[in-house]
C-alpha cells in the first residue's frame, strides 16, 4: 500500500467522516461554554465575597449553596431545571418558560449554577490566601473598602488561583457534554445520532473524544499563556 | 408540585425501589472506586519508575481520560465493549456471542475514570514521603518487601487519604452517569419512576437529597478516617 492508498482510505474510514460530522457541532458547544463561563466567572467572585463577608445570613446563605451543588451530580441539576421545573405548571404559564422550555437555556442555566458553586470556592481560597500585612498596608495608605478589592485582593487573589480555575475551566468543557441527555444536540448528542446511524459505536464516540481532546488542549493552553502573562515572577528563565 | 405520598414503602409508593437503587449506587461506587485504586497502584508505579515508555504509557492514559467528557468514556465502553471483548474472545478461539451485564459495564467505566484522578493522588502521597526514610530503612536491613510495606504502604495510605476522599465524593457523582447503561440505580430510578408517575420533580428533588446525604456522610466518614490515620501526628492548622 503506497502513501496515496493509505490516504484514500483513511480518508474514506468511517472515523474521519464522523470527525468532520461531529465538528459541524463543536459551535454548540461553544456556545454552551461561551454563555456560562463569563457569566460563572464574574458570579463566582461575588459569591466569594459574600462567602468571606462578616454578615452571618449571607455568608450561610452562599455556603448552603455551595453544599447543595457540590454534594449533588451535574446530572441530576440539569435534569431538575430541564424535567423537573418545566413540569411545574406555574413555571410553564409564567413568563419564565420562554428561557426554560428550551434545552439550550436550561443547560447554561445548570453549567453556570454548578460552575459558580465550584469556582466561589476556589476565589474563597485565593482571597483567604491573601496576607493580612498586605491588606493592613493597604489599609494604611488609605485605601476605600472597594479600591482595596479591587486593586490589592483580587488581582493578588486571581494570579494565585489561575491554575485551580484553569482545572474547573476544563471540567466545565466535559461537562456540557451532559446538556445532550436534554435532547440538546451538541457534540456527545451528534455522536450518540451517529451511532443510532451507523451502528457503529467506537468510531463515533472516538471521534467526538480526540475533538474534546483537542478542546481542551487548546483550553490548557490558554490557562497557561494567562498563567505565564500573569504570574511573571513564576516565569522559569532559561 | 413535590407529592410526599409517592414516596412511602409497599406497593403505592417508590420508596423501597429508591432504597434498593440508592443501594446499587453505594455498590457501583465502592466496587468503582475499589477498582480505579487497583488499577492506580500500577498507573502510580508506573508513572514513577524510571522507564520512558511506562512513564509515557501511564501519562497517556490519564490525560486522555482526564481530557474526555466522562459520558464519552461510559458510551464507548457501553456500546463498544463487547464487541471489544468478542475480538480478544475469537483470538482465544471463541467464536460465540458475548454480552456484558450493565453491572460491568457501570463498574469498568466508572472505575477506568476514578483511577486517573487516584493515580494523581497516589503519586503526590508518594512523592511526600521522604527519601531519607528508604535510605534509612536500606542501611537498617529491610528487604525491598519489608521497605515497601512497612515504610511506604502505611505512610502513602496516610498522606493520601483527603485526595482519595474527593476521589471517592467525584466517583459516587459520576455513577449518575450510568443511568444511559440500564443499570438501575438512582438516576435510572428517578427515570422510570417520573415516566409512570408523571412527576419528574417529586423524584428528581428526592434523588437530589439521596446523592446529598450519600456525599455528606461519606465525607464525614473520610474526616473520621483522616483523624484516625494522623493520630499521634502534630497538627499544623
Known amino acids: 500500500m503506497n502513501f496515496f492508498e493509505f490516504f484514500n482510505s483513511f480518508q474514506e474510514s468511517l472515523i474521519f467522516i464522523n470527525f468532520f460530522k461531529i465538528l459541524k457541532a463543536l459551535d454548540q458547544t461553544l456556545l454552551l461554554l461561551l454563555a456560562s463561563l463569563p457569566i460563572g466567572f464574574v458570579l463566582s467572585l461575588i459569591f466569594a465575597l459574600g462567602r468571606v463577608s462578616k454578615n452571618k445570613l449571607l455568608s450561610k446563605t452562599v455556603e448552603y449553596y455551595i453544599f447543595v451543588i457540590r454534594g449533588t451530580p451535574l446530572l441530576v441539576q440539569i435534569y431538575l431545571i430541564y424535567f423537573g421545573l418545566g413540569s411545574v405548571k406555574g413555571i410553564r404559564d409564567s413568563f419564565l418558560w420562554i428561557v426554560l422550555k428550551e434545552p439550550f437555556w436550561c443547560g447554561v442555566l445548570a453549567l453556570t449554577l454548578n460552575t459558580v458553586a465550584y469556582g466561589s470556592e476556589i476565589f474563597r481560597g485565593g482571597i483567604q490566601a491573601v496576607s493580612q500585612g498586605q491588606i493592613e498596608s493597604g489599609k494604611s495608605l488609605g485605601f476605600t473598602r472597594i479600591g482595596l478589592f479591587r486593586r490589592i485582593i483580587f488581582p493578588i487573589a486571581l494570579r494565585r488561583v489561575l491554575p485551580t480555575y484553569g482545572n474547573e475551566l476544563i471540567l466545565m468543557v466535559k461537562a456540557t457534554s451532559l446538556v445532550s441527555l436534554t435532547t440538546y444536540m451538541e457534540m456527545t448528542g451528534i455522536a450518540r445520532r451517529i451511532m443510532a446511524v451507523t451502528w457503529a459505536p467506537v468510531e463515533a464516540f472516538l471521534a467526538a473524544g480526540i475533538l474534546y481532546l483537542l478542546l481542551n488542549f487548546l483550553m490548557v493552553q490558554f490557562i497557561k499563556y494567562l498563567e505565564w502573562k500573569y504570574n511573571p515572577h513564576l516565569r522559569v528563565t532559561r | ?237
Open chain 2, 1 to 237: 408540585m413535590f407529592k410526599f405520598e409517592k414516596l412511602i414503602f409497599g406497593d403505592l409508593g417508590w420508596g423501597d425501589e429508591f432504597l434498593i437503587a440508592t443501594l446499587m449506587t453505594i455498590i457501583v461506587s465502592i466496587c468503582s472506586m475499589g477498582l480505579g485504586i487497583f488499577i492506580a497502584i500500577f498507573a502510580a508505579w508506573a508513572k514513577l519508575t524510571l522507564s520512558k515508555f511506562l512513564n509515557f504509557i501511564s501519562n497517556f492514559y490519564t490525560t486522555v481520560v482526564r481530557g474526555v467528557p466522562e459520558l464519552l468514556v461510559i458510551y464507548l465502553i457501553f456500546f463498544g465493549g463487547s464487541a471489544v471483548v468478542m475480538k480478544l474472545a475469537k483470538v482465544f478461539g471463541y467464536n460465540g456471542y458475548i454480552e456484558l451485564n450493565a453491572f460491568t459495564i457501570s463498574v469498568v467505566a466508572i472505575g477506568i475514570i476514578s483511577a486517573t484522578y487516584s493515580t494523581e493522588v497516589l503519586r503526590a502521597a508518594f512523592l511526600s514521603i521522604d527519601r531519607g526514610q528508604v535510605e534509612a530503612a536500606k542501611t537498617l536491613g529491610l528487604s525491598k518487601f519489608q521497605i515497601f510495606y512497612k515504610i511506604l504502604v502505611s505512610q502513602v495510605l496516610r498522606h493520601a487519604i483527603p485526595g482519595l476522599g474527593n476521589v471517592w465524593q467525584v466517583t459516587l457523582k459520576d455513577t449518575s452517569l450510568i443511568s444511559v447503561t440500564g443499570l438501575v440505580e438512582i438516576m435510572r430510578q428517578t427515570r422510570i419512576s417520573s415516566n409512570v408517575e408523571h412527576s419528574p420533580l417529586t423524584f428528581l428533588i428526592t434523588a437530589a437529597f439521596l446523592y446529598l446525604f450519600l456525599t455528606t456522610f461519606s465525607g464525614k466518614f473520610f474526616n473520621y478516617l483522616e483523624r484516625q490515620a494522623n493520630k499521634g501526628f502534630a497538627q499544623t492548622s
